[in-house]
């Protein structure tokens, strides 16, 4: 007996192959802060103030998981994670949901990374930063710091201090100089800040138009 073979209804319509599932293996999760991270002025702040391996462990928390699944995600130690989950969390960046074993009576932490929050931090960080230089900028028109041109001019000597030993070196006794150049220094680094809060500012303004 001859099997029937089975005609398809539509012959010139090719069958799409069907995509097997590997049970072992768990589908991937995409992170929901992976827009944010891409952002330049992001990942050196993080880095700068979180620690080198913080964008790394962000982009490992693509979904809400303890903190020792996450250090074994990452291979690196529980505190560092939880070090850093702290941070993100007095930031306001991270929240974590607290539940109890019944059996051990330990608890365990339950953490999710958001950071949608993290352009507000940044700007807030560098508006401090520029604030700060702008006072140190009006101080250094008028207070100047004093040197020895012969004894070292790292060591600088306060107006006050410079006053009480009569603008002379307490080493040499050689008249102090005035240090101008900081003012410049400070000058230099504001305008650097400025432009970067500018470019901060813009690449933002790009990444949510997109």
Not at 61 to 78: G, H, I, Q, S
Request: charged content about 30%; glycine content about 2%; hydrophobic content about 30%.
């Amino acid at each position: 007996m001859v099997a029937k073979r089975r005609i398809s209804e539509n012959p010139g319509k090719v069958a799409k192959p069907v995509k097997l599932v590997n049970p072992e293996k768990p589908e991937r999760v995409p992170n929901p802060n992976s827009k944010i991270l891409s952002n330049k002025f992001v990942q050196d702040y993080l880095s700068m103030r979180l620690g080198e391996n913080s964008v790394r462990i962000i982009k490992a928390a693509n979904t809400e998981m303890t903190d020792e699944a996450l250090a074994t995600k990452c291979k690196l130690k529980v505190s560092e994670i939880r070090s850093l989950l702290n941070k993100l969390h007095n930031l306001r960046l991270a929240d974590y949901t607290r539940t109890k074993d019944k059996d051990t009576g330990w608890y365990s932490y339950i953490w999710k990374v958001n950071l949608d929050g993290i352009y507000a931090v940044l700007e807030g960080a560098m508006h401090d930063e520029m604030k700060s230089l702008e006072t140190k900028l009006d101080e250094s028109t008028t207070i100047f710091s004093f040197y020895c041109p012969k004894c070292s001019k790292e060591n600088k000597i306060d107006f006050n201090t410079a006053t009480q030993i009569e603008f002379k070196c307490p080493n040499c006794r050689r008249q102090l100089k005035a240090d101008k150049g900081q003012t410049q220094t400070i000058t230099d680094k504001l305008e650097d800040l400025r432009e970067k809060f500018f470019d901060f500012k813009s690449s933002v303004a790009e990444i949510k138009k997109n």
